[in-house]
């Protein structure tokens, strides 16, 4: 059984990624959603809230694991791997490596997190992947309360989602990298004001390292196909969002914010 988390609904684009791939694995999903957003928050509060999430995932058996939030990875993938070295993780970094490989004109645009820009990970891949491509950072502010809210279509997401492209665009980037795995859920929407801009989502290619990690570390067994989705939260709130958002259909249930330590 695969483990995915995140802050919020939007790791389910990575849980739909893998879906299309493996539609027979069991997967168990962790919204932190109590305390969604996690990007302004600070990094050592980020950093415990994490490990305490995924040493709950790991109590009920789900292995690997998947931190299907930037932020949380910017913050606490390497201490997850230091407190659970048995456990196999997959985290997500900023896609400036493929972004690289396709722009035209050496600009590239990244739509994340505060947490997500100021963090280690997002420094090593610039630095390892990016020489002589100039990387335009956006701290995309107030996007992820949109998806939250199951809202990916309407004026005021326009608006927003336009007012974060604006100095990606004027900064002349033709890539951009989609930061956060709530971004997916409105990329139709960049497409359209972006038409003319090459769009990077990690979620297939974390999906399809995920799997090759499940068979590399021999957890495939009979499974299938369920999906068990937890949230701090509101558990109705998560089954209209699975329902609005057109994900697996899966049972939703309560988690106390108490047990997550």
Known sequence: MIAIYDSGIGGASVLNAVRAIAPATDILYLADQARCPYGDRPMAELQQIALGCVAWLIRQGAAPVVVACNSASAVALAPMRVSHPDVPFVGMVPAVKPAVQHTRNGVVGVM????????????????????????????????????????????????????????????????????????????????????????????????????HITQTYGLSRPEQGQTWYYTTGSASHLAWQIEALGLPNGSVAHVAIEELV
């Open 112 to 211: 994340a997190t505060a947490a997500t820009l100021q963090g280690r990970l997002f420094h090593e891949v610039k630095t390892q992947y990016a020489a002589g491509v100039t990387v335009i950072s956006q701290d995309c502010h107030g996007l992820v309360e949109y998806v939250e809210a199951g809202d990916i279509t309407s004026p005021a997401l326009y608006a927003a989602v336009a007012a974060h492209l604006a100095p990606l665009r004027a900064a002349g980037a033709d890539v951009i990298v989609l930061g956060c795995t709530h971004y997916p859920f409105f990329q139709s929407v960049i497409q359209q004001l972006a038409p003319d801009v090459t769009i990077i989502d990690p979620a297939p290619a974390v999906a399809r390292q995920t799997l």
